[in-house]
């Protein structure tokens, strides 16, 4: 029973009053009922009853303070405290609890309310784990972007890095290739054979700049089906792609020759179509030629090919400048330097080479010995200089009227050898008779005081193998014919016979 009253504050409330009311009854209820029944007058039963009525307000006035203190110490305090942790909680002091140990509404409120605060304190554990995952989640996914940005810039770093090391390999390869060749020929053929196949280009030329003339020369071909045709071709500065190239130094690509004027198709001789990259080749601010590349697609090149060409061109530069100072060095040491002419030198290793090939193939081989005649009265009379002229242009002379494939050297001072490689001692003296008579046809100024009012020469001419089988019998032999034309009057041809044997040995017993 008390239980069932504790858990009430309405119970146990009406409890205190009832018990305080029926005390009170109790201990007034004796003298009232004495003093209202057996009181002796009116008077004093009226003044009982204001007695009996005073009792009863101060009994109302002490039940009703008794059930004043009763309801403030059972239920106002305890809401108070209970008040006072709501507003904690409002402010966010979950962690507070109330008053739960009472059995009754204020005990079940404060449990109530204790769970309230757990499961707000629970879930607010739950969001601060909730909010950790979601920002470790977005903190990986963040690393995780990071990564996958990274992993693309290693990727393109990657890229690059084996784009230049193809480059390096390409770059390495060719420089070996390239310079361990000092003969320019076959340095360019190398090159044009190694970037063609290495690089894929279909067809590929090497155009070089050719000081003397001032024309860009195509020197080598790759892939061109008409490549012989083209090699030797010539471009003058400012014409088609190439010129304009050599003109401003900077490489152009056309994308579509077929749309582009400027595009000569090499002066016609190759008609195909695509597309076309030209690539200088410089050297100290110097242009040395320039790199031709054909292929028969459209924008079929892409930018690093044309940075590995580039590279090329400035990699190719120097060993091409080497090779050509090479080839100038190598032909000045075989070359006379006042007549652009073969010297005594080349003309004993080529002379030695056309022997051998003539033994070989048993070809005959006719020598000429030239000599100018009157040559020191000319030079005493008009000078060293004007005696220059005259020997270049009659070294000039001689050059134009032989073949190719002949060898047309200076000697020594006036006197100049001419080999002619499958040619007999009669047909040589019919070459020899051409070139006396295109010497003195020259019009050079002063050769009017001569003996013959012109500059003229004497020609000997001797021939392997009746002759002789060596070179320096066949030069010896030749050298006789001449010192017999000399003697017989000069600007004339003999050729090598007894008589020559013979005035030569008398020459020499003379001077002797």
Same mark, same amino acid.
């Given at each position: ?49 204001? %007695? ?49 140990? #009472?059995?009754? *509404? ?41 990564? &996958? ?12 890095? @084996? ?9 390495? *390869? ?59 071709? +010539? ?31 090499? =002066? ?10 030209? %690539?200088?080749?410089?050297?100290? &601010? ?13 924008? +079929? ?10 590279? $090329? ?33 080349? !003309? ?6 056309? !022997? ?43 050059? @134009?009227? %032989? ?30 008779? =051409? ?26 001419? +001797?021939?392997?193998? &009746? ?7 066949? $030069? ?6 001449? $010192? ?21 040995? #008398? ?6």
């Amino acid at each position: 029973m008390f239980d069932w009253i504790n858990r009430s504050v309405a119970r146990r409330i009406a409890l205190w009053a009832g018990l305080a009311t029926g005390m009170l009854a109790t201990a007034l209820w004796p003298v009232l009922l004495r003093w209202t029944l057996v009181g002796e007058s009116a008077a004093f039963r009226h003044r009982a009853l204001l %007695v009996v009525t005073g009792c009863a307000a101060l009994m109302v006035i002490g039940v009703t303070t008794a059930v004043i203190l009763t309801v403030r110490g059972l239920l106002g305090v305890p809401l108070q405290r209970l008040t006072e942790g709501m507003r904690e909680a409002e402010k966010g002091n979950f962690l507070i609890r109330a008053q739960a140990d #009472r059995p009754d *509404e204020i005990g079940q409120l404060g449990g109530s309310f204790n769970a309230l605060l757990r499961t707000i304190t629970d879930q607010q554990v739950d969001i601060i784990d909730t909010g950790r995952e979601l920002t470790m989640t977005r903190r990986e996914l963040e690393l995780n972007r990071e990564l &996958e940005e990274k992993a693309h810039i290693i990727a393109e770093q990657n890229t690059k890095l @084996g784009t230049q090391l193809r480059e390096l390999e390409l770059l390495y *390869e060719t420089t070996k290739t390239i310079t361990s060749q000092l003969e320019l020929p076959r340095l360019l053929e190398s090159l044009s054979e190694q970037v063609g196949q290495t690089l894929g280009f279909e067809e590929f030329a090497i155009i070089l700049m050719d000081e003397p003339s001032g024309k860009l020369v195509v020197r080598a071909t790759y892939g061109l089906p008409n490549g012989d045709t083209i090699r030797g071709m +010539a471009f003058d500065p400012g014409e088609g792609i190439s010129g304009i190239v050599a003109r401003t130094g900077e490489w152009l690509l056309i994308p579509d020759t077929s749309k582009d004027e400027r595009y000569l198709h090499y =002066k016609g001789q190759h008609l195909a179509d695509g597309s076309f990259l030209c %690539v200088p080749i410089r050297y100290q &601010e110097r242009l040395v030629g320039l790199f031709n590349v054909l292929r028969p697609r459209v924008d +079929a090149f892409n930018e690093e090919e044309i940075r590995i060409l580039i590279s $090329l061109a400035n990699t190719a530069a120097l060993a091409i400048a080497n090779a050509q100072l090479f080839d100038r060095l190598a032909t000045l040491s075989l070359t006379d330097e006042l007549t652009g002419l073969s010297n005594r030198r080349d !003309l004993t290793q080529r002379a030695a080479s056309e !022997l051998a090939s003539a033994q070989r193939h048993t070809d005959p081989l006719a020598v000429l010995m030239v000599d100018i005649d009157h040559f020191k009265q000319y030079n005493d009379a008009h000078g060293h200089l004007r005696g220059d002229e005259v020997l270049r242009d009659v070294a000039r002379a001689l050059r @134009g009227t %032989v073949r190719a494939i002949d060898t047309v050297a200076r000697y020594g001072g006036e006197e100049f050898v001419v080999m002619l490689p499958r040619v007999g001692k009669a047909d040589g003296a019919l070459v020899a008779e =051409k070139l006396r008579t295109a010497v003195a046809a020259l019009a050079l100024p002063g050769s009017e005081l001569l003996p013959h009012g012109r500059v003229t020469v004497s020609v000997g001419v +001797a021939a392997f193998p &009746e002759d002789a089988r060596e070179v320096s019998l066949l $030069l010896e032999a030749a050298d006789r014919a001449l $010192l017999r034309a000399k003697r017989a009057g000069r600007n004339r041809v003999i050729a090598f016979g007894p008589a020559a044997a013979d005035e030569g040995a #008398r020459a020499l017993t003379t001077s002797g």
